[in-house]
């Protein structure tokens, strides 16, 4: 079990990107959460199998069509995660 915190930017608010990654976490397996910052980010906590994990990260730098993905920041975490994939609120 790997579990990452995630902080992406660019153009990636008011883009579905928080939609996108939910989607594709549970596609992929993943438990966690994602939301928008203030700071015109998007931040997320991912938990699951490495493989699924770094998937994960490698889609995040293209997101959806309509992001621009400048940096994805990873740093491990020992974060709890709930089981499922939510979309949190705005902090």
Known sequence: MKTVH?????????????????ETALS??????????????????VQGDETAVDQLIKKCWDGPTAARVDLVEVSDTDEKVKTGFAQEKTV
């Open 6 to 22: 995630l902080k992406i930017t660019g153009r990636v608010q008011g883009v579905w990107y928080r939609a996108w990654t939910r």
């Open 28 to 45: 992929l397996g993943l438990a966690g959460w994602v939301r928008n910052r203030l700071d015109g980010s998007v931040e997320a906590v």
